[in-house]
């Protein structure tokens, strides 16, 4: 079973550890974090992903 980007993305971005960072990092720089995928998350959990991309 596979889970949905978003879904993965949420779970991510909620735990926050470091290898949940690195995961994240990946699938965005090959354009599956989706701007309609940004756009669902909280403001909290989209300033962590803004974080992780700022650290790249």
Known sequence: ???P???L???KLT???L???VDIQDPD???LITPEIE???PKALLDRLVE???SE
Do not use: N
Request: aromatic letters at 4%; glycine letters at 4%.
């Open 19 to 21: 290898k949940d960072r």
């Open 52 to 54: 992780i991309r700022a």
């Open 29 to 31: 720089s090959v354009g």
């Open 15 to 17: 735990s926050y550890r």
């Open 39 to 41: 756009s669902e998350l």
């Open 1 to 3: 079973m596979i889970a």
């Open 9 to 11: 993305l949420r779970m």
């Open 5 to 7: 980007v978003a879904d």
